[in-house]
């Protein structure tokens, strides 16, 4: 099995499947192509991914070119470990917030690009503070149903999809507070960083 990633600082998409292959202690080979190299990024990503995209993961003889179509065949290769709840609602619902997560959030994505390690001051647009009020009230909802301390219980793949959140929260200092949250959301965004796996990725990044 071979994860194709982009650099470790910017990549959001590469990080989320890393992070939930990671989870499965499966053996992989891990491939980096550095992004914003303009003369060699385009042709390497090309040479492993046909969309041009990353992340890609080689496995069974196929190229799997998206993040969510990635960790959702982590989950069935390896259900041992979790990345979906057991339950079919809560099952349901952590798909449905990985994939909001997977197309939406446009505003909060462009100005609050993913900058691993930086501390950077910005006052956010409406429409990126309305993408983070309804973060918030979607990740009380699901905590509020599971009882935490992920958001449906144990550490899955909707949590891995909302990593890349919790670290532009860090860097651009977004006080959650300010959007509803009552302190359980800036728990959560906060416990997410403090997974083996995500720490594991920070210290390549
Ligand atoms: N929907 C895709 C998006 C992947 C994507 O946009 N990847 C970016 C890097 S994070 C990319 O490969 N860009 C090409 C480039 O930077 O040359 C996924 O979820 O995997």
Redesign the pocket.
């Known amino acids: 099995m071979e994860l194709v990633i ?1 650099t470790k600082r ?5 990080m ?2 890393w992070l939930a292959l990671k989870r499965t202690g499966a053996p992989f080979v891990e491939t980096l ?1 550095q ?2 190299e303009v003369e060699t ?2 042709v390497e ?1 090309r040479r492993h ?1 046909p ?6 993961l080689k496995d069974a003889g196929v190229v799997i ?6 960790c959702e065949y982590l989950a069935e290769r390896f259900p041992e470990a979790g990345l979906w709840p057991a339950d079919p609602v809560d099952r349901a619902l952590a798909r449905a917030a990985a994939a909001e997560m ?1 197309s939406g959030f446009g505003a909060l994505r462009r100005e609050c690009p993913m900058d691993l390690g930086q501390r950077i001051e910005l006052t956010l647009s409406e429409d990126a503070e309305k993408d983070v009020r309804r973060i918030v009230a979607l990740w009380l909802e699901l905590l509020d149903r599971s009882g935490g301390p992920f958001l449906l219980g144990g550490w899955g793949n909707v949590d891995a999809f909302f990593t890349p959140v919790a670290t532009r929260f860090e860097t651009y200092g977004v006080d959650l507070k300010n959007y509803g949250d009552d302190g359980r959301g800036e728990a959560y965004w906060k416990g997410l960083l403090q997974k083996p796996e995500y720490l594991a990725w920070l210290a390549e990044a």
Do not use: Y
């Open positions: 982009g910017w990549s959001t998409w590469s989320r499947p192509v992004l914003r990024s385009t990503i991914s969309s041009g995209l990353v992340p890609a070119g998206d993040s969510l179509a990635i997977h």
